[in-house]
């Protein structure tokens, strides 16, 4: 089970796929069923869509050289 807070890396981030079991830092866990990335020139914003319901979103600030 990959547990998911602020301190997480971007590139573990991008190797979850649909089936694994996450589970976030209030409690929230589930198996993945889908994900969405939705991107800005800010920051990319993950959305894990959980199989019992809900979902579980991570925000990842771009880093700008």
Known sequence: MT????????STLLEIK?????????GLSGVVVNIAIQE??????????LQEGGEIKTKKLRQVC
């Open 18 to 26: 649909v089936g694994d079991t996450i589970s976030d830092d209030n």
């Open 40 to 49: 800005t020139d800010e920051f990319l914003m993950l959305i894990f869509g």
């Open 3 to 10: 547990v998911l807070n602020d301190n997480i890396p971007t």
